[in-house]
């Protein structure tokens, strides 16, 4: 866990407020003690169709226990296509939005480049990853975005929380990377 001390409700509010109109199935990632997945919950996700990932054992076990009919994997979210596919949670590109509590910060770059990778796999078109940082600058290096073919935007600060926390969202139009061609003419 990255965290001080557990998300506060008003940002888990601040987080799942961010998701699209109409949204159905929705990944967590790294959901620690569950208090993003109980206010997913609370705004109308169907237990059937949240899928959360949680890598540290001990938390898996407690999620578990909370919310029983609810996709509860241990497993890391690198794996998050392989995961979806093996549990027939949802088609590739069929995810409506992915709400990630992972320390992104703490976390090396080719890491943080893979489990983007496996984000955008599974998130359909213009679906947003919706994440919070405590740093004072969104959690993902500007360059990366760009190779991604990412956009952010910061949705707010919940100053409520300890410490406080920011909300950013990240899309991409299209659910995988358009490789430019050249056409013609000599390279």
């Given at each position: 866990?990255?965290?001080?001390?557990?998300?506060?409700?008003?940002?888990?509010?601040?987080?799942?407020?961010?998701?699209?109109?109409?949204?159905?199935?929705?990944?967590?990632?790294?959901?620690?003690?569950?208090?993003?997945?109980?206010?997913?919950?609370e705004r109308g996700v169907a237990p059937r169709d949240l899928l959360v990932v949680e890598?540290?054992?001990?938390?898996?076990?407690?999620l578990q226990q909370r919310f029983p009919d609810a996709h509860v994997v241990n497993a890391?979210?690198?794996?998050?296509?392989?995961?979806?596919?093996?549990?027939?949670?949802?088609?590739?590109?069929?995810?409506?939005?992915?709400v990630s509590g992972l320390g992104f910060l703490a976390m090396p770059r080719t890491v943080?480049?893979?489990?983007?990778?496996?984000?955008?796999?599974?998130?359909?078109?213009?679906?947003?990853?919706?994440?919070?940082?405590?740093?004072?600058?969104?959690?993902?290096?500007?360059?990366?975005?760009?190779?991604?073919?990412?956009?952010?935007?910061?949705?707010?600060?919940?100053?409520?929380?300890?410490?406080?926390?920011?909300?950013?969202?990240?899309?991409?139009?299209?659910?995988?990377?358009?490789?430019?061609?050249?056409?013609?003419?000599?390279?």
């Amino acid at each position: 866990m990255a965290a001080l001390s557990p998300s506060s409700r008003q940002l888990a509010r601040e987080m799942v407020v961010q998701l699209p109109a109409g949204a159905r199935r929705v990944v967590e990632l790294g959901a620690g003690t569950g208090v993003f997945t109980r206010a997913l919950l609370e705004r109308g996700v169907a237990p059937r169709d949240l899928l959360v990932v949680e890598l540290n054992p001990e938390l898996h076990g407690l999620l578990q226990q909370r919310f029983p009919d609810a996709h509860v994997v241990n497993a890391d979210a690198r794996d998050l296509a392989r995961i979806i596919a093996d549990r027939k949670f949802a088609e590739p590109g069929a995810v409506d939005a992915v709400v990630s509590g992972l320390g992104f910060l703490a976390m090396p770059r080719t890491v943080q480049r893979e489990i983007l990778e496996a984000v955008f796999q599974v998130l359909g078109p213009n679906r947003p990853l919706i994440q919070f940082t405590y740093g004072p600058v969104g959690p993902l290096p500007r360059g990366l975005l760009d190779e991604l073919g990412l956009r952010s935007r910061r949705t707010g600060v919940v100053w409520r929380n300890v410490p406080p926390a920011a909300v950013y969202v990240y899309t991409r139009n299209r659910s995988t990377p358009v490789r430019a061609l050249r056409v013609g003419g000599a390279a």
